[in-house]
């Protein structure tokens, strides 16, 4: 099996990440939530490459990652609720969906060909120095196979693309990403913010500095808005996935959650508990890791507990629903 090259992410790698993305390669690097494959977002086809790396449907736009509001203001208009989110939760695990400015930079593809554009500042410190470094944008999808489970550690990326000769030409490694769910994501216009993802940061939080406007994506909500990303099939192991189980059948694995989760019986390799203390954070850490964790020991079926939708939970809860229903769908 051929793996791409993964290095530490430190002062020279960071530097030599920079200047591959000059040269329209793809690198592989953490942010806070899960591993993003990047690119030059000013160039066509270096962003081009990404879309080809993982294949992704032209129409689901990419998020631009920038070190800061100042290059982030380069791209796309800011109203005055789009500045009071950036300003509360940059860097941080928010994106925003804001309208392209008419000479912006950013390749039209990152945008899908449409009118907006989505940015966000990610708060891990190799993430954001790769940034500074670069000096201009940098479009980055989680880094997986698209429809497949993001990745939390850079040994997830090595393997979503192993033998591909559209692998990334560098993975930067900085060990498990602190949050392990994906950034909310946001659109403003002047009638206010709309969750178009559900992600680490809650509405709540978002509630304090923004008004949300009806339609907004709740979770479990019908019927909400949705970002082209979330219409796509999406977060799904190969193995079935079965929700709101209290133990497991024979012959499932289990993810657990909690203290008062069953004790595994069966084999000890198919049973893991997301936060044996029961703390949704926790939980969030640890999801991607132990769905690929299970789905590797080639069991037909997950079956997961129910997890509480309180705070980042909220979002657990959303890709479970959206593994499962992948499942269902296929079948
Ligand atoms: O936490 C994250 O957001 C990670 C890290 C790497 O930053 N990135 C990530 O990217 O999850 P991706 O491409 O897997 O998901 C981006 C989501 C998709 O649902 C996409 O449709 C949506 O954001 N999106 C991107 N640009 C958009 C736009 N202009 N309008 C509406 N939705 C957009
Ligand atoms: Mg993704």
Known sequence: MEL???RPGNRDNVTYAAQLLAEGRLVAFPTETVYGLGA???NDVAVAAIYAAKGRPARNPLIVHVANLECARRYAAFDASALKLAQAFWPGPLTLVLPRLADSAAS???SAGGPSVALRVPGHPLALTLLEAFGRGVAAPSANRSGRISPTCAEHVAEEFANNPLAPAL?????ATPVGVESTVVECTSEGGAILRVGSLTAAQLERFAPLRAGSARPGGEGALASPGMLESHYAPCARVRLNASYPRPGEAFLAFGPGAPQHEGEV???RNL?????VEEAARHLYAYLRELDATGAPCIAVM?????GVGAA???????AAAERLTAE
Not at 275 to 279: C, L, N, Q
């Open 275 to 279: 936060s044996p203390g029961g703390d």
């Open 40 to 42: 030059d977002a000013e």
């Open 108 to 110: 039209l593809s990152v």
């Open 306 to 310: 129910p997890i509480p939708f309180e």
């Open 269 to 271: 390799g198919r049973y």
């Open 316 to 322: 657990i809860n959303d890709r479970l629903r959206r």
């Open 4 to 6: 791409c090259e993964i």
């Open 171 to 175: 993975i930067l490694d900085a060990g």
